[in-house]
């Protein structure tokens, strides 16, 4: 019959060791009446002050109310006690107790059928632990635990044992540890547990096809244990600065990816665990230092240890740990691992069948302390690597040398773009491949491929021209460029950005963009096309001034076609149109846009001269007394555009202003006012006339000049005649 060879972890030695008797002062319950009183019946021991010694339980079915006061030890380094110690109890109830400063804060001891309530421990070495040694069902298990704090000690929490009995326990969550959630999960068939259950520390007894992933869990006995757990994964799961990081026993077909498991006494073991695969997963600086009495002590630990048979390890780095590998079991296959320690224990492998290398190109494992020669440069190294219990023939040079690295897909960033802009838009993903390996790509939303698989361009280029694709929708979409190696069984990636395409405003296109018009005699007529990308129903108004002029709705096409809108026409001399450049907005509303608006010029011109229909007060001057004759004309001066006209007034006589027989009066005429705002002229005119002549005529010349400079004359004429006669 061969020999087996099976590993058990040291640190289950240590925790769970064997009955021990008390080295420190010891307070016995219930018969001790120092530290607090007994009610026979009730069973139960009340303490009525904070200990400084450790407790131990010495009956059954009795009940220890601590009532909030500490149990105080004298700190785990200089103690080997236990703040309150269950040896081999049964039916006990240990509640609202403090305890720190011991090597396990409450302990039980293959016992059975224990309540722990509301208890808190901290800065002991273990917290609490549950240890079962013997193997026999029922000496161990069927405890309840709820409402137990946990923190700040070296190791919080703990169940070990050797019997399904031991672990069927009642672990709720509401008992945590550095105030996450313990799990402690039985009989559990599918299920997964992630990183939104907050656990800090798991347990699974007896399950299957559970999943296990995204965890981080620190500080207890196990970080993961599995017990009679089958066909279940542990993915992504870090596992720092526990007794062992991961733990199965008895657990078969389980599946460990992607874990990291550093700095505890020992990374990842399987203790009598068969059929498991283990990969990828890192196992660094486990090494194991032990206080389990007044000696601390520093024993060998373990970075990967495997007790079973039918085991798979492929792509695990275990690197400075006291054992990077140890095996003992059968028909193990190694390889493809990096196995990196600078010391003289690297490997301890024993058992018959296991196999470390397969044939080449996979190869074996990477040892750091057998990395060369390689004569032939075929990146392995050409001696095989011994160790008790076999050999890797074809040990690799480099760390990985193994690995064909994945592709790099990079969608790049998120894009935000209107309807219209998608005809020239491109999404520029990149794609490499650290390994230069030919690439190709695809461009897909959801399962709709967007860009069947095409060679990726000599720079990377792994691009999407949308003007390639129909329409897209308003609104999101999230665009994945997948990227794969062109050799067979190549390996791939993705990546994803958002692509966010908005409602595209309208655009209006009046004509002529300006034009001039002459006041009173030319219409304004403008005519305009609309266009919208996403062919929405548009309202539109023309404007001037924020008066409205004219307003619709037109419906759009799809696509920015023109769409004419109905012309815009205002009647010659509309007075809402004043003289110089007028502005005249079109603004088109589709609802979901800010309104968009163009605007059109209109310059009115006056090219007309004001009209003026002169009227005098009188048009005789008589008697000629030679006196000065008031005279008032009234231009009645008008124009087409409205404001001011200037007016204008000479005068001028048909006589010299000093002639024979006109009483030598000089002068002749006064011109007193020209009011051009009520459009009044103000004279005074001498009424003479020379004796020996026909009589005067005065010529007044009235002009009305307008703001644009168009100017009118006219004449009126006022006479004073020689005589009264009729001619």
């Not at 402690?184 to 997964?192: D, P, S």
């Not at 009679?228 to 599946?255: M, P």
């Not at 193990?332 to 290398?357: E, H, K, R």
């Not at 002009?703 to 004449?715: C, I, Q």
Request: glycine content about 10%; aromatic content about 8%; overall charge negative.
């Amino acid at each position: 019959m061969k020999k087996k060879y099976f590993y058990t972890s040291a640190l289950v030695v240590s925790f769970l060791v064997a009955w021990i008797q008390p080295a420190l002062a010891t307070k016995y319950v219930p018969f001790d009446t120092s530290i607090g009183r007994w009610d026979d019946v009730t069973r139960t021991y009340t303490l009525t002050t904070d200990v400084y010694d450790q407790i131990w339980i010495d009956q059954d079915n009795l009940t220890l109310d601590g009532a909030g006061h500490t149990v105080t030890g004298p700190g785990y380094e200089q103690s080997t006690g236990y703040g309150v110690c269950l040896p081999r109890r049964r039916g006990v109830t240990v509640k609202n107790v403090n305890v720190r400063g011991f090597v396990v804060g409450i302990y039980l001891y293959e016992s059975s059928g224990n309540t722990l309530r509301n208890n808190s421990t901290s800065n002991n070495f273990r917290g609490i632990g549950l240890a079962g040694t013997s193997g026999v069902p029922g000496v161990s298990g069927s405890n309840t635990l709820s409402g137990n704090v946990m923190s700040n000690n070296q190791f919080n929490f703990g169940v070990h044992g050797f019997s399904d009995s031991d672990f069927d326990n009642a672990i709720d969550t509401s008992n945590t540890v550095e105030g996450k959630p313990i799990y402690y999960v039985k009989n559990a068939v599918g299920g997964i547990y992630d990183s939104s259950t907050n656990a800090g520390v798991f347990y699974a007894i007896n399950c299957d096809n559970i999943t296990i992933k995204d965890l981080t869990l620190t500080r207890n006995m196990h970080g993961v244990l599995l017990w009679k757990t089958h066909d279940s994964r542990i993915e992504n799961v870090v596992a720092n600065s526990n007794e062992s990081g991961l733990l199965l026993q008895y657990s078969n077909g389980n599946t460990l990816t992607g874990n990291t498991a550093n700095s505890n006494n020992n990374g990842i073991c399987l203790e009598y665990s068969s059929g498991n695969v283990l990969a990828n997963n890192t196992a660094n600086w486990n090494e194991f230092w032990e206080k389990s009495g007044p000696d601390p002590h520093w024993e060998p630990g373990w970075g990967i240890m495997v007790a079973g048979s039918n085991n798979t390890l492929t792509g695990n780095t275990a690197s400075t740990n006291v054992f990077n590998i140890a095996v003992g079991g059968e028909n193990n296959l190694i390889y493809n691992n990096n196995f990196i320690c600078p010391t003289m224990w690297q490997v301890d492998i024993g058992g018959a069948g296991n196999v470390c290398s397969l044939d080449k190109p996979i190869g074996g494992n990477y040892w750091s302390d057998c990395t060369t020669p390689d004569a032939d440069g075929d990146g392995f190294v050409d001696y095989p690597r011994v160790f008790r219990g076999g050999q890797d023939n074809l040990p690799w040079v480099v760390p990985d040398g193994w690995a064909n690295k994945a592709p790099v897909a990079d969608a790049g960033d998120n894009m935000l773009i209107t309807s219209v802009q998608q005809a020239f838009a491109v999404v520029q993903g990149i794609a490499t491949d650290p390994d230069a390996d030919a690439l190709q790509y695809r461009w897909l939303e959801g399962q709709e491929e967007l860009l069947a698989w095409t060679s990726v361009g000599v720079n990377g280029e792994a691009y999407l021209n949308l003007g390639t694709l129909p329409y897209l929708a308003i609104g999101n979409h999230t665009l994945t460029l997948e990227v794969r190696e062109v050799r067979s069984a190549g390996l791939s990636a993705s990546d994803s950005m958002v692509l966010t395409i908005e409602n595209s405003p309208p655009v209006p296109q009046p004509a002529p963009s300006s034009q001039v018009v002459r006041i009173g005699i030319d219409p304004i007529i403008i005519v305009a096309d609309v266009m919208d990308f996403d062919g929405d129903t548009l309202s539109y108004e023309w404007l001037k001034d924020s008066q409205v002029l004219a307003s619709g709705e037109v419906q759009t096409v799809q696509g920015g076609a023109a769409v004419p809108l109905p012309d815009l026409q205002i009647a010659a001399g509309d007075p809402r149109f004043l003289l110089g450049k007028n502005l005249i907005e079109l603004r088109v509303i589709d609802g979901i846009n800010a309104p968009v608006s163009a605007f059109v010029s209109v310059e009115v011109i006056d090219t007309s001269a004001p009209s003026l229909s002169p009227l005098p007060s009188v048009t005789i001057l008589w008697p000629p007394n030679h006196e000065l004759q008031p005279v008032t004309i009234a231009a009645n001066a008008f124009d087409d555009a409205g404001g001011l006209i200037h007016l204008g007034v000479t005068v001028k006589s048909s006589e010299p202003a000093d002639a024979d027989g006109d009483g030598h009066t000089i002068p002749d005429y006064y011109i007193d006012s020209v009011d051009d705002q009520t459009g009044i002229i103000e004279l005074r005119l001498r009424s003479e006339r020379a004796g020996n002549g026909d009589g005067r005529t005065y010529t007044i010349a009235i002009t009305a000049t307008d703001a644009s400079g168009n100017r009118s004359e006219a004449l009126v004429e006022i006479r004073a005649p020689h005589d009264q006669r009729k001619k």
